[in-house]
């Protein structure tokens, strides 16, 4: 079994915010899972650094764009995958030579095939979307663009383009794209976004203008240098190239195809134009599209122009970066729009991971060093406990299958939970007090560890860094990431707990 997973390659013009982030460690959390059920794993992430938008604003910045993608990608958005404790197995840049020589491949294959054709056209373009737009993609406009349809996501009008272009013959697949998603459900979800692209197939495809000749920032056309591919179409072949689409072909047959975790605002490009890329280049399908909600602040969606962007280190130098990936793969259901409120964070902090995990855990290590020496006693967990280990532990990986990250997290939680009421039911300092009751005292603490430890390892993709303090805490040898995630709630214990580093230490209001 294989898994690989790809977030989107980020548009280098901006530096990294929290929504960026959001996705980033949403796709880390599914590689982390896939790799402790053994799987053959490989997650891919990089920088898209082409196109008339990177053009103005490095020319805007005095400098050319080889420097300023570079300075952003080693200032910004490499630190920003150190920042989220982010495991990819590759970050590919869309002006490497690797990516540039696999696109000019694919593009001279679609040519070779008859998919590509020079024409002349007219078309509203976003600079800002990279996108050329349809009148039901413009909105009347506001303030200072009063009387002008402006874009619907960056409100300001769009440019009108007049060129003679190559055009890549999209309009050809439409039936095929219509027979991918009704013999495919499953290909893009959720279903919101699969329903809407369906829905626009459906309503007829124009073939998509894949050349610019006006500025030359871009990877050349193989058979006409006066061209620069349109930064979408190079943009979305990062996901082959990066695995050796034309170079190498055993890594390629051996990742592909792919999972790409992409925003909903972009599922178009990535479920509409890129199967079509795919099958006139006559490679296999993605294996899933997965079209996340956006994150709102104060009701409006995160961006650095519309001034509601906070970047991640704002929240993991407070709450640390284990909150931070909880958080937004908890509080937020996978797939749908979630808010971002530094109360709602707060809140979550203290009463599900200081009070919550952090509590139950040094409580029961405390116990054990207090009533067995530290020795943990090797009782089977209390059966109606060991049935919610074994439950939730399945139940987890099941939601993982359907991208169900939250809920994941949510199944770690209820043995947590639980665990924190099976404490005050048994009042384990009461059984301590009855030489009679040293055998229960031995099985609720056992129970305790042998949850701890299921929970332990259900979090371990989504905390890694807390979930191995946790293991080491409870005893658990070596990297957590080396157990198995399906047998999570098999783990035995071993036969000492150990230290307990803190794990969330409360945070002062300032
Ligand atoms: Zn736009």
New binding site residues.
Partial sequence: MGFYVTTPIFYVNDVPHIGHAYNIVAADALARWHRMRGEDTWMLTGTDEHGQKILRTATANDSTPEDWTDRLVESAWKPNLEVLNVANDDFIRTTEPRHRDGVQKFLQRLYDSGYIYYGEFEAEY?V??E?YKTSTDLVPGQGEYEGQQV?S??S?PTETVKEANYFFKLSEFQDRLLELYDSRPEYVQPASVRNELRSFIAAGLNDLSISRSTFDWGIKVPWDEKHVVYVWFDALLNYITAIGYGEDDESFERRWPGNHIVGKDIARFHAVIWPAMQMAAGIEISERVYGHGWLLVGGEKMSKSKATGISPEQITDVFGVDAFRFYFLSAIHFGSDGSFSWEDLDSRYHSELANGIGNLASRVIAMINKYFDGQIPQNAAEPALAELFAGATDRANAAIDEFQIHDAVAEAFSIVDRLNGYITETTPWVLAKDEAQRDRLAEVLATNIRGIGTAAVLLAPIMPESAQKLWQGIGGEGDIADQRIQDASSWVGSDRVGELPPLFPRIEQS
Avoid: A, D, K, M
Wanted: include cysteine.
């Fill in positions: 976003c800002g979307c996108e874009c996501i960056h300001r």
